[in-house]
């Protein structure tokens, strides 16, 4: 399957799974997350704001807000294709622009350099164990991840993880998938 069949084929899936069970296994992802050492170590993770079946990242944020993180969100750049991360420590210092995304307000947010990371945690629409990933199309991740040095996570329930995804020697491979079930770690699957 080519990856524009893959994403519609996941989008479909997410379609189809109930309020209850989203709830339910974005709670379990949470939780499984904020036990993860990189997350507990980490002082500021980047993360997006989920929006329509994605897994749920308002209570994730709630919960790094109250363990004392930096919570950085990105802002893309459509011009350049580029994208950056803003702290913020309240949902009001967000603004609703293209695609119904959420990005920060730049007046009244913080930068954080690349250096200044810990964690990124990828969004996608469908991974594979070996950590590739197809998101939705613009590259920014890709992009911002050649020269990102720190660690890289991913959310995802467990019907968006597919044996192989189609990948391409820019693409930029995730160390750890969460999903409510299981913990996978990519880096061995890409060793063995």
Not at 27 to 53: D, H, M, Q, V, Y
Request: charged fraction near 25%.
């Amino acid at each position: 399957m080519d990856k524009k069949e893959l994403r519609n084929g996941i989008r479909l899936a997410l379609s189809r799974m109930s309020d209850e069970l989203y709830k339910q296994s974005s709670l379990l992802i949470k939780k499984r997350l904020l036990n993860e050492p990189i997350i507990i170590e980490g002082n500021s993770i980047a993360i997006t704001i989920s929006t329509e079946r994605e897994v749920d990242t308002i209570g994730i944020i709630e919960s790094l807000w109250a363990l004392g993180k930096n919570v950085l969100v990105p802002k893309c750049i459509a011009k350049t294709r580029a994208m950056e991360f803003y702290k913020i420590d309240n949902f009001d210092q967000l603004e609703t622009v293209y695609m119904n995304l959420r990005e920060p307000v730049l007046e009244l947010t913080e930068q954080f350099s690349a250096e200044q990371i810990d964690c990124i945690i990828v969004p996608g629409i469908v991974f594979d164990y070996s950590g590739y990933r197809i998101g939705y199309g613009g590259g920014y991740y890709d992009r911002y991840l050649e020269h990102f040095q720190g660690n890289l996570v991913s959310l995802a329930f467990d019907i968006q993880i597919v044996n192989s995804v189609p990948y391409e020697a820019h693409d930029q491979p995730v160390n750890y998938i969460i999903t409510e079930t299981n913990r996978i770690d990519c880096t061995t699957k890409r060793k063995g």
